[in-house]
């Protein structure tokens, strides 16, 4: 049947891909027609199917959306690594263009997952979007990072986020549509910034810039304060990023330790070995990119 | 609790008095549901409703099998929702969601084959082979789902073998002669 060939269509072991499959959707819907109509029950079952088809589908473009914002966000934020401080006009050159990029995941992406979102209790496809929402802030407070040493509010982040729709020629008022920031999202990217501050300051020892460690440590320490005063009942998110955070603070204030202890009796170029071979943990793996 | 006395005691009227304190209770939810309506700000009734999907589900059964057991109907989304309080859709405020109601509806299921079971050891044959035709029903509109991977998928997985068990008593009570004549099977069923 047409069972066959649809299953070879599909990508491989990618359990959600249910709605490029046209052929065996139209062998269901035959199916439908098979079935004795005239029963009730049958009826409103056949309403029922149509109600949950549509909420899986929406959910299942939000995932997708979900996860080309996450793939374009780590790539941001791999870019954003490769600044190098002492050259400033490259530094420059790629602050501009992970901005440029950051722009075209909030006018694509996230425009479209508001869309999808209009008129639907955003909490429903929360877990939907999550992922791309909290690497997306990742990516944009460590952009945010390294041009001011500062982090914008969560209220800043949604405006990006919010889009105005113009009044349609129905006669339905101007209005905005948004990608809801919730403040718990907000704080889980904030989590994972800090292990990737984590990793800008180990490059920069790498690169001789003492003082960029100093403030990269300073900052982290903040945020594991705050983040220790939590009370993770109910999230353990939470509880996880704050024990990867205080692993990753560990490493940056024993980085700050070496430069000051052997900063002195090493060259600088000597010191990011010195620093590598003082550390034992090897980095987790994020995922692909 | 009050619904598993119709086990006890399975004639039609003793069950028609279980449903009636049934409803009685259903009232009181309906006062509670209020207050956790007023308890819940608009727009984030997904934000919290894990904390009582699953008293949702078992009241949605619950309210189902008095339905099915006064009229052997199946109650349909909206008398269930009205039944509790609740508006059927999410626009008009505190609302039943489809999935509590259709999980609701599989553990119905489960507890009319047990009831089959009941009703043929204190004599009432007729009733399996009512409650076998609207299980089977049941089953029938539960395929039409696309269903995900969820604990609703794992549930309606279940009820095939609640449909097996109910078949294998109206297996019994027919081969045993039990069953009561064609003619009367007709009516029962209808």
Redesign the interface.
């Known amino acids: 049947m047409s069972r066959g060939g649809g299953r070879g269509n599909r990508r491989g072991g990618h359990?959600f891909d249910?709605g490029g499959d046209q052929r065996l959707r139209e062998a269901?819907d035959e199916q439908?027609q098979l079935?004795?109509d005239s029963?009730?029950?049958?009826k409103?079952?056949?309403q029922?199917?149509l109600?949950?088809?549509a909420k899986?589908d929406r959910h299942e473009r939000i995932v997708k959306l979900s996860r080309d914002v996450t793939i374009e966000s780590k790539r941001i934020i791999f870019l954003i690594h490769t600044i190098n401080s002492s050259n400033d006009s490259k530094k420059e050159q790629i602050l501009d263009q992970a901005n440029f990029r950051l722009k075209q995941v909030e006018a694509n992406l996230f425009q479209a997952i508001a869309q999808e979102l209009v008129g639907e209790?955003?909490?429903?496809f929360?877990r939907a979007f999550s992922a791309g929402l909290q690497e997306y802030i990742e990516a944009k407070t460590f952009y945010q990072f390294m041009v001011s040493a500062s982090i914008p509010h969560w209220n800043e982040i949604q405006k990006d986020l919010t889009y105005a729709q113009e009044a349609t020629e129905e006669g339905a008022e101007a209005s905005e549509i948004l990608t809801p920031v919730l403040p718990t999202e907000y704080m889980l990217g904030v989590g994972d910034l800090t292990g990737e501050l984590m990793r800008r300051c180990i490059n920069c020892v790498g690169m001789g810039e003492l003082d960029a460690c100093k403030q990269l440590c300073g900052f982290l320490r903040q945020v594991y304060r705050i983040f220790a005063g939590f009370d993770t009942f109910g999230y353990k998110e939470f509880g996880r990023k704050t024990y990867v955070m205080r692993q990753s603070l560990a490493k940056t204030e024993n980085v700050c330790y070496t430069i000051q202890v052997r900063g002195s009796e090493v060259p600088k170029h000597l010191l990011a070995q010195a620093i590598h071979m003082s550390m034992d943990n090897p980095e987790e793996d994020e995922g692909f990119y | 609790m009050i619904m598993q006395n119709v086990h006890q005691n399975p004639a039609q009227d003793e069950v028609l008095k279980c449903c009636n304190s049934s409803r009685a209770n259903f009232a009181t939810c309906k006062t509670h549901y209020a207050q956790l309506a007023a308890l819940v700000p608009v727009?984030?009734?997904?934000?919290f409703n894990d904390m009582w999907r699953f008293a949702t589900q078992k009241l949605a059964f619950l309210v189902s099998l008095t339905f099915f057991l006064e009229t052997g109907?199946?109650a349909?989304?909206e008398e269930v929702a009205e039944s509790l309080g609740l508006k059927p859709e999410?626009e008009k405020g505190f609302h039943l969601d489809?999935?509590d109601y259709?999980t609701g509806l599989l553990q119905m299921a489960s507890e009319l084959a047990r009831f089959a079971t009941n009703s043929v050891t204190s004599g009432n044959y007729d009733r399996p082979i009512e409650i076998s035709k609207f299980v089977s029903?049941?089953n029938?509109?539960?395929r039409?789902?696309?269903?995900?991977?969820d604990s609703l998928r794992k549930k309606f997985d279940a009820l095939k073998y609640d449909v097996k068990k109910i078949e294998e008593i109206v297996y019994d009570v027919s081969i045993r002669g039990l069953r009561p004549a064609a003619g009367n099977a007709d009516q029962a069923g209808n």
């Open positions: 359990r249910r269901k439908y079935i004795d029963s009730e029950i049958i409103t079952f056949k029922f199917a109600q949950l088809d899986h209790d955003p909490h429903q929360l | 727009n984030q009734f997904y934000h109907k199946l349909s989304f999410r489809l999935e259709l029903e049941l029938a509109g539960f039409l789902l696309n269903l995900k991977n």
